[in-house]
C-alpha cells in the first residue's frame, strides 16, 4: 500500500526505485491488475486526504522558525521578504539557554512533517542522554513530483535545490543574530538530506558577510555541525573554490566556510542509504549494481552515501563516521503505519537491511507509545561526538 496520510513522503519513497519500473512488466496479468488497482484506488484517497488529521502527530512541535511560503515551489523565486523571529521568542524565554540546537530538515516534506521530524529529533536526543532546546527549521522544501512524470519529478528537484540555496542566507541571519544576542552560547546544526544544502549555504553567507563586521569572530562559534545522508556532491565541502564550479545551482565550495566558521564538523554516511547509494536491483539479479535517484539526477556520488571524495582537500575540523549499522531494519521510522520508502508499482517495502531506511537517520518512534522513541537512530553518534572532549 501506499502512505495514505503522508503524500509527500510518498514522493520521495517512490522516487527512490522509479527507474526499476519496467522490470515490473514481467509480472503474471493477475499481479499487475491488483497492483494497478490498489495503486488508483489509493491514489483516489491521497487526493482527497492531501493532509494528515488525526494521527498520533497532530499536535505541532512549538519551537519552529518557519520560511514557509516565501518562495514559489514552482520556479524557486521569491515571494516575499523574510523576518525570522529571534530565537528567545520562539522558545519563549527571556535568558540565553547556554546550548542550542538547529534541525534541518530535507527534500519534499510539507510544514506538519517538517514538525514531525523535529520533533523526532528532539526525542531521540533525549532518549540518548542530552536535551538541550531544539528549533526546527522549516522550508518550502515540497516542490513538484510525479510518479508517473520523471521529468516533472527532476524539475520539482531541481528547484528545491534553488530553494535550499536561497534558505541558507536567512538560517546563517537567524543564526548571527542569535550568536548577537547570546555570545556565550554554544550552537549545534543538525542537517538531513537536502537540508545539508542549506546549511552549508548558510555557512558560505557567515563566512562572507559576518567575520567582515565582526572583530571577536564569534560566528566561528557554530560549536558543531552535523550532516546526515548528505544530499550534496561528495566534493562540495572542498576547500579548492574550482572543484564546485560547474555544478547547478551553483554554491561555492564549503571547506573554506567549515573551517573558518565551525569548531567540529561530522559528516554522517551511509553507502547502504536506499536513496543515495546504488543497490542491487531486486527484479533482475544479474543487473548488478543499479544506480541511486541521486546519483541518476546529479551524475555524481553523495556525500551522504560514500563520504567524501578521496581527490579532494577537506577542512582540518572535517571528520565523518558510517552510520549504517546505526540505521536499523524498522520499515515504519514515523509509526504512519506505513513503510518509509517503497518500490514504486508494486509497492513492496524496500527496507530490508540495516541502512536502508533513508528516514532512520532521526530515530524511530515506539509502536505503543507514538511520542516517544525506542531507537535513536544516528542521533545516537551526533550526541556521542557532542558528548567528546573537543566537540
Not at 188 to 199: C, D, E, M
Request: hydrophobic share 35%; glycine share 6%.
Amino acid at each position: 500500500m501506499v502512505n495514505k496520510s503522508n503524500p509527500d513522503n510518498n514522493n520521495l519513497r517512490t522516487w527512490s526505485h522509479i527507474n526499476l519500473r519496467k522490470h515490473a512488466q514481467n509480472y503474471e496479468r493477475r499481479v499487475l491488475f491488483s497492483i494497478i488497482s490498489v495503486f488508483v484506488l489509493s491514489t483516489v484517497f491521497v487526493l482527497t486526504n492531501a493532509y494528515p488529521t488525526g494521527n498520533a502527530h497532530a499536535q505541532l512541535y512549538p519551537f519552529i522558525a518557519s520560511t514557509r511560503g516565501s518562495f514559489d515551489v514552482s520556479n524557486g523565486n521569491d515571494t516575499q521578504k523574510v523576518e525570522l523571529p529571534s530565537v528567545l521568542s520562539i522558545l519563549d524565554r527571556n535568558d540565553c539557554p547556554g546550548e542550542l540546537a538547529i534541525y534541518v530538515h530535507g527534500i519534499w516534506a510539507n510544514d506538519s512533517q517538517a514538525e514531525e521530524q523535529t520533533d523526532r529529533v528532539s526525542l531521540s536526543l533525549q532518549n540518548s542522554g542530552y536535551s538541550i532546546p531544539l528549533i526546527g527549521f522549516s522550508w518550502d522544501s515540497n516542490t513538484a513530483f510525479s510518479l508517473d512524470n520523471v521529468t516533472l519529478s527532476y524539475h520539482g528537484w531541481m528547484i528545491a535545490k534553488k530553494i535550499a540555496n536561497e534558505n541558507g542566507p536567512i538560517l546563517g541571519k537567524f543564526i548571527s543574530d542569535y550568536k548577537t544576542e547570546c555570545p556565550e552560547d554554544k550552537i549545534r546544526i543538525i542537517a538531513h538530506s537536502l537540508g545539508s544544502r542549506v546549511t552549508l549555504s548558510a555557512l558560505q553567507w557567515i563566512h562572507e558577510n559576518i567575520k567582515d563586521q565582526n572583530n571577536n569572530n564569534v560566528s566561528r562559534e557554530i560549536t558543531s555541525v552535523h550532516l546526515m545522508g548528505a544530499a550534496v556532491n561528495n566534493d562540495q565541502i572542498s576547500t579548492n573554490p574550482n572543484d564546485c564550479i560547474s555544478y547547478t545551482p551553483y554554491l561555492p565550495c564549503s571547506g573554506v566556510a567549515i573551517q573558518s566558521e565551525v569548531g567540529y564538523f561530522s559528516n554522517l554516511f551511509n553507502p547502504e542509504d536506499n536513496t543515495l547509494a546504488g543497490e542491487i536491483n531486486p527484479f533482475c539479479w544479474i543487473c548488478g549494481l543499479v544506480k541511486s535517484p541521486y546519483e541518476l539526477s546529479e551524475g555524481h556520488n553523495a556525500l551522504g552515501a560514500y563520504g567524501a571524495a578521496s581527490t579532494i582537500g577537506v577542512p582540518s575540523n572535517f571528520d565523518e563516521t558510517d552510520v549504517s549499522n546505526l540505521i536499523i531494519v524498522d520499515t515504519d521510522s514515523n509509526k504512519d503505519g506505513e513503510c518509509d520508502i517503497l518500490y514504486p508499482v508494486t509497492h513492496i517495502c524496500t527496507i530490508s537491511k540495516n541502512g536502508d531506511n533513508y528516514m532512520g537517520y532521526i530515530g524511530y518512534r515506539d509502536d505503543i507509545d507514538r511520542q516517544t522513541v525506542y531507537d535513536s537512530g544516528a542521533i545516537k553518534q551526533i550526541v556521542n561526538d557532542w558528548q567528546s572532549e573537543n566537540n
